[in-house]
Each structure stands twice: as structure tokens, then as C-alpha cells.
């Protein structure tokens, strides 16, 4: 089989995997090597933990500081320390990492760890983000901006060290058959283009809002402020595009066109000050789709329970408090474990974002908004 496509092909024309390689030097005999070491894979995967940049605007490189910080991206002292017990909190994504726990129960994760990317300089991360991490958060539109700037330069710097492990999905064919190299060929195109569409996107926003940092001026975002009569149990920190709303209806097609940038949605929750907040933000020029999804969460019979779907359905970055997840029901936290595993990347689970279940993650108090 394998010989007759080589024949069909021919040695010297580009390789059919897409690569603008001549198919001798690419494709061919990839049945017959060797394939890749578990041990350069488990070491491109932990380039996350090894890439350093700051992503402080540009203009302000030439002041940064010799050395790259470990930067939360969910604040340790006011918040991840206040669901924390012995100085744990609970991960889905650390269970995901971890071949033994195939449940995927949330595993125990230490908050020096807990939500920390290489992002910024020491000077930069102290400086840029003091204004709400030394004082309480103040709900003004300069701490909304601040919380929003810092979660888009995760998502970026993330989505930029993820690109060097797509790199290697593409090799992971090798000593295998040309059924499954077609197949790793695929999912490396589709997941690689997806990633290069996202990076793409979060620049342009991270232009933006740069240029707001410079400026002072923060009018071009929009929040909408959840304020809780206590920390949240579950914390989180991410920015992507929402296309279902909370009642499950379509918000918006998430089109594969680069020129299309979907309307984003930035979320965080936290606490600051003994209390706590969930705070939904983004740029004006994407507030159809925001404004809209904002209008299912008001018709939800839960707005707490509501954005807990959102959060455990769509994000990554979220920690939680190991206290309330043990109170939790065995038929609760099934459903939880569920709607992470049902995640953004396969939409057919249409209703995902819809509950009757109370939870109690979230001590719900008052609503506010941000808009212009
Ligand atoms: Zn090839
Ligand atoms: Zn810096």
C-alpha cells in the first residue's frame, strides 16, 4: 500500500502533509523510523514552564528588570491563599497532565504553582499590577483594565510556547502506518491553524490594549462586575471566544477566516479584600456577541450557577477550593467533571452552559456595569 503511494507521488514533488518539502526528504520511509522519544516529548511540553518574555507594551522594554518572574495570573496572596488548604487548591487541568488519574478528579496543586506563567519582569510584574494586588480591588475601570491586560498576556504567551509543541504532533507519526500518518497530519493542521488564528487575535487585542496602557485611557473595554459576599470557590483566569449563550442558543460563528476576529470575552474570578468578584470584560468593537451573552446570563435562574458552567466548560486556568469541592455531592461533582471534559473544543453539547443544579460556589450579591 505504502509503496504504491510512493510510486503515485513521486520523489521529488512536494510532500502531501503540507509541508512545502519534497516528499524524499519528508514523508517518505516515515513508516520505517523511529519514532519520537517519549522524553523530547515530555521536554517540549514543559517549554511552557521554560519560555521567559515580558509582556509588558514595547515601549517600556528598555526598563525591565535582568529577571523574568514567576507571575500569578490569579493573585496567591489575595486570592488563591484564601480558598487554599496546607497551601493547596485543586486543578482539572493537572489531573489531565497526569497519566494515572484517567477520572480526571481534580488533583492537588500547590498555590506557588497555581495559575503562574513566565511573563513578565520582576519590575514590570510588581509595578504594572500593585494597583489592585497591594490595595483592594476597586471595581474603576483602571483595575478592570489592569486584570484584563494581565490575562490576555497569559493567553498570548501560552498559545506562543504551546506552537513549538504542534511542531512535534507533526513528527509523531513516524513508525507509524500512512493510515495514521494522514490522520496526525490532520489533527496537526487543524490544531496548529487554530492556535496560529488565536495568536493572531490576542496580538491584535494586546496591541489595543497596550496602546491603552500608554494612553491612560481606558474607555474602549466594557465590564460587566459580579460583586460576592465572599471569595469564590472556584478562582479562574482566561480570555476566548463564547459562541453559545447561556441558554444555549448560537452568539456567534467562530470562523476560521483570519481576517474574521470573533468578539472575545475576558473572565476572571477572585477576591481581593475578604471579598470576592467575577468580572467579564472586552473591548468595545466585540460587544454584539458579549453584550448578547450578557443578556442570556440576566435570564438565567442562576446567574452564579450560570457562570460556574461557563468557567468549569470553557477554562483551563481555574483553581478550587479543595473544602467546598469535597462537600460537594458525588452526583455534583460527576456533572463538573463532565463539563470540563466536554470542553469549547467539540460544540455539541448544546446545552452545556445550562443548570438547575445549586452549586454554592459563588455567594452572589449585586451586579454592576461598565459600559460607555
Ligand atoms: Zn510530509
Ligand atoms: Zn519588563
Redesign the pocket.
Known amino acids: 500500500m505504502l509503496e504504491g503511494d510512493r510510486v503515485k507521488l513521486g520523489r521529488n514533488k512536494l510532500c502531501w502533509c503540507g509541508s512545502n518539502i519534497k516528499y524524499k526528504h519528508c514523508h517518505l520511509n516515515r513508516a520505517q523510523q523511529t519514532p519520537l522519544q517519549s522524553s523530547v516529548l515530555h521536554k517540549e511540553l514543559n517549554r511552557f514552564n521554560t519560555d521567559k518574555k515580558?509582556?509588558?507594551p514595547s515601549i517600556?522594554?528598555d526598563?525591565?528588570?535582568k529577571k523574568?518572574v514567576k507571575a500569578h495570573s490569579i493573585s496567591k496572596s489575595s486570592s488563591l491563599k484564601e480558598i487554599a488548604v496546607d497551601g493547596h487548591v485543586l486543578s482539572f487541568f493537572m489531573a489531565q497532565r497526569s497519566k494515572s488519574n484517567t477520572n480526571l478528579e481534580p488533583i492537588k496543586v500547590g498555590i506557588n504553582k497555581a495559575s503562574i506563567f513566565n511573563g513578565?519582569?520582576?519590575?514590570?510584574?510588581k509595578e504594572l499590577f500593585s494597583p489592585f494586588e497591594d490595595q483592594p480591588f476597586d471595581s474603576s475601570s483602571y483595575h478592570c483594565f489592569l486584570i484584563m491586560f494581565r490575562t490576555l498576556s497569559r493567553e498570548l504567551f501560552i498559545k506562543e510556547s504551546v506552537k513549538g509543541t504542534f511542531g512535534l504532533i507533526k513528527e509523531m507519526d513516524r513508525g507509524k502506518d500512512l493510515d495514521q500518518q494522514k490522520y496526525i497530519q490532520e489533527r496537526y493542521q487543524y490544531l496548529n491553524g487554530n492556535n496560529d488564528l488565536t495568536i493572531s487575535d490576542l496580538k491584535y487585542m494586546k496591541a489595543s490594549l497596550d496602546k491603552m496602557f500608554i494612553s491612560k485611557e481606558y474607555d474602549n473595554l466594557e465590564h460587566l462586575i459580579i460583586e460576592l459576599d465572599s471569595p469564590p470557590r472556584v478562582m479562574a483566569s482566561a480570555i476566548g471566544g463564547v459562541n453559545l449563550g447561556f441558554d444555549g442558543s448560537l452568539i456567534q460563528e467562530i470562523s476560521q477566516d483570519p481576517k474574521c476576529i470573533p468578539d472575545y470575552l475576558c473572565i476572571n474570578s477572585f477576591s481581593s479584600d475578604g471579598k470576592g468578584y467575577i468580572i467579564l470584560s472586552w473591548l468595545t468593537e466585540h460587544k454584539i456577541s458579549n453584550q448578547q451573552l450578557i443578556g442570556t446570563l440576566m435570564n438565567s435562574h442562576s446567574i452564579p450557577d450560570s457562570l460556574l458552567m461557563l468557567i468549569i466548560s470553557r477554562i483551563e486556568n481555574v483553581y478550587i477550593s479543595p473544602l467546598w469541592w469535597d462537600k460537594l455531592s458525588n452526583k455534583n461533582r460527576l456533572n463538573l467533571i463532565e463539563l470540563y471534559k466536554s470542553d469549547a473544543v467539540q460544540d455539541t453539547y448544546n446545552d452545556a452552559l445550562i443548570t438547575t443544579v445549586d452549586y454554592g460556589a459563588f455567594d452572589y450579591q449585586c451586579v454592576k456595569y461598565l459600559y460607555n
Open positions: 515580558c509582556s509588558a517600556l522594554h526598563k525591565c528588570s523574568i513578565f519582569c520582576g519590575k514590570h510584574d
